[in-house]
């Protein structure tokens, strides 16, 4: 028995020497880190005219008038059913900034849906149920959110090669 308290003692020890684990990536110990300065100001949205507009991509959507990112850049799209597609865009610029411009452009502030990951979601047409698989909406999410290196660019060698906020349209249902 003596044995046993004995073994069980060393392995409670050893288990509370173990070294903590670090996080990954450990920051670089040859450059000091010192903490960026902390404001709950708002930022101001960012200014369109400053981005050159993106080329427009084999199977993007005609948006009409719905506002997008002018350096937004069309990905791929998914079948929502009912007639309706999911449009994804990538952007280089921080979720914080993204929300602004669609705050700004759209005239509304939206829902947030999550805070982890951060998403936030703008109606942009009445939903209806028994027409619709998905609300009309301009969805943008966090893709650098806790770390996280971004949305995967799907064209090979292009640039960006990641994309830290992507932006899902979903458009209402075209005539049938």
Not at 38 to 62: E, F, K, S, V, Y
Not at 71 to 99: H, P
Not at 142 to 161: K, L, R
Request: contains cysteine; proline residues 15%; aromatic residues 10%.
């Amino acid at each position: 028995m003596r044995a046993l308290i004995g073994v069980l003692s060393f392995a409670c020890a050893a288990t509370l020497a173990a070294q903590t684990p670090q996080p990954f990536p450990a920051p670089r110990a040859s450059t000091p880190q010192t903490p960026a300065p902390q404001t709950n100001a708002p930022r101001p949205p960012a200014a369109p005219a400053a981005q050159a507009p993106a080329a427009a991509a084999p199977g993007a959507p005609d948006l009409g008038d719905l506002p997008l990112y002018p350096s937004a850049v069309y990905l791929t799209s998914y079948d929502a059913g009912r007639g309706q597609r999911f449009y994804l865009y990538g952007v280089t610029l921080t979720y914080d900034d993204a929300v602004a411009y669609y705050r700004a452009a759209l005239k509304t502030r939206g829902d947030e849906l999550y805070e982890t990951p951060p998403t936030h979601q703008f109606e942009i047409a009445r939903f209806r149920d028994s027409e619709m698989a998905f609300p009309p909406s301009i969805t943008v999410k966090d893709y650098a959110w806790g770390g996280g290196s971004g949305y995967v660019n799907p064209v090979p060698g292009a640039s960006p090669a990641r994309f830290p906020t992507i932006i899902q349209v979903v458009l209402p249902p075209t005539a049938r």
